[in-house]
T-cell receptor, first 111, second 112 residues
């Protein structure tokens, strides 16, 4: 079945440093979605990318979808303590009916 | 209203109990989901309802029984659970099957 892998599993940064998490799927994706889950909270939708090579920005966050639609990345510029949490990618395979979540990258930010 | 609500927030039950988790959304979404999430793990899909019909059952044990009474409500009936079923149970909804998902706050379930 479809597998979605994320690296790194954990990332510890000093406030103000940049952060990137990478998502790789074993199969071509119809789209890719990114979610953030704060400690003790629930996943919150951040963004959806649909087109090959698509790049979207939300303030300090930059999302990319690979040309082959099998990988994606989330980059945060100048992290803040409010960025703390676990970032998940999720995406339905091109021929699959359901979305598979990656294992997530947990970000901690030291003030 | 862009909220998914879940009740109860916390539930403690014995292995012989029968209980139900409830989920509600009023965004007109046609797909609704149940996920199970263990600590430090991603949400694990259990069931998907699309247009009030069960479209995906991820080989979930029969001690979990989903129900979709109408387009706004989703229930998860629990019976004879095991301690390893203790987890955060998340409900989500989306406009359509592959769309962005809105998650509820979850029910923290403990099975004794």
């Amino acid at each position: 079945g479809q597998q979605v892998m994320q690296i790194p599993q954990y990332q510890h940064v000093q406030e103000g440093e940049d952060f990137t998490t990478y998502c790789n799927s074993s199969t071509t994706l119809s789209n890719i979605q990114w979610y953030k889950q704060r400690p003790g909270g629930h996943p919150v939708f951040l963004i959806q990318l649909v087109k090959s090579g698509e790049v979207k920005k939300q303030k300090r966050l930059t999302f990319q979808f690979g040309e082959a639609k099998k990988n994606s990345s989330l980059h945060i510029t100048a992290t803040q303590t409010t960025d703390v949490g676990t970032y998940f990618c999720a995406g339905p395979g091109a021929n699959a009916g359901k979305s598979t979540f990656g294992d997530g990258t947990t970000l901690t930010v030291k003030p | 209203d862009t909220e998914v609500t879940q009740t109860p927030k916390h539930l403690v039950m014995g292995m012989t109990n029968k209980k139900s988790l409830k989920c509600e959304q009023h965004m007109g979404h046609r797909a609704m989901y149940w996920y199970k999430q263990k600590a430090k793990k991603p949400p694990e899909l259990m069931f998907v309802y699309s247009y009030e019909k069960l479209s995906i059952n991820e080989s979930v044990p029969s001690r979990f029984s989903p129900e979709c009474p109408n387009s706004s409500l989703l229930n998860l009936h629990l019976h004879a659970l095991q301690p390893e079923d203790s987890a955060l149970y998340l409900c989500a909804s989306s406009q359509d099957f592959h769309g962005e998902q809105f998650f509820g706050p979850g029910t923290r379930l403990t099975v004794l």
